[in-house]
């Protein structure tokens, strides 16, 4: 058996497509344009390309958008000010920002989902915004027709923004999620003997190799969320890879995700939705 590809780059083209139509619908009906604000403090060269993509789509889905770049200098005090203005600012709907101050943010502005309330309600059931990479994910196994109720996901990987939300996403008693869920890591005793038994498995781990064919089940369905840079292109372009030995693996599963052009595409993706969503529910717009 040779794998199908999930294509990231097409389901977040199609979810991108869907919100710039529901973006052109609530400026006509209700007079209402999302709005998002990345607050970069100081200038981490990885955080800079993140943030300027994040923008560059919000802009191309027609978001009010600010990138609001504040020196390294920026004294706690300023910081909490600047929050507090978009925390009562109504044409700011979603705040992004990378820092401990995170929890100074208006949860029904946290459109990352990070925010220990948003954790909490996600727990619960009655999330109202999922942290963007794991909405992602569970996008792709819907929209790909993967069926999880009732599938026995293994996840490897337990960190906060991928492992645990995803698990509970996966978990809840609701439509694309009621799996069984088996979150490993680098405690877990024999790893094969989970993900042999997984219907989909979700790989998280940031090692190249971490999964190897001999340790998926015939026909699964595997989504690789690693992204390791294991050198250079002779364009000087960084070479990627995903956590699963991809050439092994495929040849053994049904539908699989490509490094890149899988997962990646569909986190800024996600952040657009929930910065729409955010826009709806401060208008008391129903979808
Ligand atoms: N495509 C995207 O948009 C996107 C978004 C986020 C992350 N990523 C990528 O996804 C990968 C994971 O990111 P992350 O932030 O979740 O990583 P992380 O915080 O480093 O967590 C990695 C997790 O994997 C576990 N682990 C590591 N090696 C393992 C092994 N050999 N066997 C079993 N478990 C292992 C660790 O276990 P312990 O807890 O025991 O240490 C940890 O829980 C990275 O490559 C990252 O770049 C991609």
Redesign the pocket.
Known sequence: MTAKLISGNEIAKQIREELAQEVTQLKEKYGVVPGLVTILVGQNAASVSYVTAKQKTSKELGFYSIQDNQPETLSEEDLLKLIDGYNKDPKIHGILIETKILYTIDPKKDVDGFHPVNVGKLMIGEANYLP??PA?IQQLLIRSGVKTDGAEVVV????????KPIANILLQKQKGANATVTI?????KD?SFHTRRADILI?????PK?VTADMVKEGAVVID????RIGMTPEGKAKLC??VDFEGVKEKVSLITP?PG???P???TMLMLNTVKAAKLAAGVKS
């Open positions: 963007c990479t992602g490897v990987g337990r960190s906060n923004i991928v492992g490993c890591h680098t405690g877990t790893m790989v998280a781990a940031g090692k971490a969320v690693g992204v390791n995903g956590d490094v899988g997962v990646g569909m986190t800024i």
